[in-house]
């Protein structure tokens, strides 16, 4: 086996925390939030969300933190060397694959950004709120031009995976992660102020309870695990290579609710500007599912800055490379867990296993971006390509890595390891401790599989 020093570790306290935060904060939070409050009904859900960002996030986060530090292995390996049981390997074999499917999708609407960042330094967005709708329908339905971006995004993704963590995740994931968060002020600002935004805001924080019903615990499930990359072994991959003074409770908490803070401002940077502009259709659930932030948001920077329109185009290409960037810090976690897994489980060098990942999200990603146009007409179980995808990972795969990593920690390994590992070794509360073995032995598994049991239309 390869000594622990050769996988290369995060350098700093700083780099390690801001690239677990740069892997759950990206298209997660600007582009699939709005849209899933916008389905469900705004406020209620986003207290639901809350709710389980709380009981099941954080506690999730822990034991993922817990398993992979440990181990300091890639996920498949995480889990058997806690236990002597080896079949646990395979919770890290479904987080590889889970991780991959969502990179493939991920990377298409990744891959729109960047056809939006491009079109606003060309000026090709500026219009009116119906141009800028037609502008999205035939960008996203074209044959080839989304698949082309999308694949180009997968390859930005490996060029930094192949130079490693220190060099190539650390370093990135410091500079990209704090600038999207200044931007999104200013956005939030001039969206707030547009006329007619207060529907917009009362849409976001005034709850109405009786819209809380089995799908939306389905859907506000599926976001808080997405948004926090819970259940597909990136937080235990990323884990592996935290130092052993690293704690885990701050870290999760700072983590959980920065990745909050930023879906609320997407939230407040959609929705008044959407209210004020009369596009709501999402309220009803019909709105074309994956479109909101592109046809929102140019017409926002149009509106806002008729006067002046330089200003409008520049907070545009802003934005839009800030939100690649936010995609990039986590397409490339998704993308580090299979590399890992390969590089160490099939001692493959590392430059081979990025290729076997980048290949197969490829060909993902080329499916859910056809599915827009050309085979538009392939649904599964009622959905187009992509919206399959994003659906089956977030609502159903990434709970099911998380419940299997929850009874594992719960139940399954050794209690001595897994309190060394989450007081770093009794230097930190053992009160949080107990707390958290309660949590991750009843509350989480039996949430979990309650909301399963639902989805599956047994109760
Ligand atoms: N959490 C990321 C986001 O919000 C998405 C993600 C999912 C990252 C799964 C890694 C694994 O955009």
Redesign the pocket.
């Known amino acids: 086996m390869k000594k622990l020093t050769d996988r290369g570790n995060f350098g700093s306290r700083i780099g390690l925390v801001l690239a677990t935060a740069g892997?759950?904060?990206?298209?997660?939070?600007v582009w699939r939030f709005p849209i899933t409050t916008g389905n469900n009904g705004g406020a209620a859900f986003i207290i639901v969300y809350f709710m389980f960002v709380l009981m099941l996030g954080i506690p999730g986060m822990l034991c993922e933190f817990v398993v992979g530090r440990r181990s300091q292995r890639n996920a498949a390996r995480s889990y058997r060397n806690f236990t002597h049981m080896r079949y646990w390997k395979y919770v890290g074999y479904l987080g590889i694959l889970t991780?991959t499917i969502?990179l493939g999708f991920y990377a298409v609407v990744a891959g729109w950004c960047l056809e939006y960042f491009f079109a606003s330094l060309t000026g090709r967005l500026d219009g009116d709120a119906a141009y800028v709708k037609q502008y999205f329908i035939s960008f996203a339905t074209h044959p080839w031009k989304p698949c082309l971006w999308a694949i180009l995004f997968i390859m930005m993704t490996h060029l930094v995976v192949v130079r490693g963590v220190k060099n190539g995740i650390e370093r990135a994931s410091k500079v990209l992660m704090p600038l999207p968060l200044v931007l999104l002020v200013v956005i939030v600002v001039v969206s707030c102020t547009l006329p007619g935004a207060g529907q917009g805001i009362a849409f976001l924080f005034h709850p109405d309870f009786s819209k809380v019903d089995g799908r939306v615990l389905v859907e506000a499930l599926g976001q808080a695990f997405?948004?926090?990359?819970l259940g597909?072994c990136?937080l235990c991959t990323y884990a592996s290579y935290f130092s052993k003074e690293t704690r885990l409770v701050q870290s999760a908490a700072q983590i959980a609710v920065l990745d909050t803070l930023i879906a609320i401002l997407a939230g407040l940077m959609i929705f008044p500007a959407a209210f004020s502009v009369g596009d709501v259709s999402f309220a009803s659930g019909d709105a074309a599912k994956s479109s909101l932030m592109f046809t929102v948001l140019p017409d926002l920077f149009h509106r806002a800055f008729v006067e002046v329109p330089w200003m409008g185009r520049t907070i545009s290409i802003l934005f839009f490379a800030l939100l690649v960037f936010a995609a990039l810090t986590?397409t490339i976690?998704?993308h580090e867990i299979g590399t890992a897994f390969f590089t160490e489980e099939r001692r493959l060098p590392r430059r081979v296993s990025a290729w076997v990942i980048t290949a197969v999200a490829s060909v993902i990603a080329i499916f859910c971006s056809l599915g827009n146009g050309p085979l538009a007409q392939v649904t599964i179980l009622g959905r187009g390509i992509l919206d399959f995808c994003n659906d089956i990972t977030a609502n159903f795969m990434m709970p099911a890595g998380a419940l299997l990593t929850s009874i594992f920690v719960g139940w399954f390994a050794s209690r001595d390891k897994v309190r060394d590992e989450f007081t770093n070794h009794g230097t930190q509360s053992v009160r949080l401790f107990n707390i958290f073995l309660i949590t991750v032995r009843w509350v989480v598994p039996l949430l979990i599989i309650l909301i399963f049991l639902h989805l599956f239309g047994v109760v």
């Open positions: 892997s759950a904060v990206g298209l997660g939070n991780a969502v997405f948004s926090l990359s597909t990136c986590s976690s998704m």
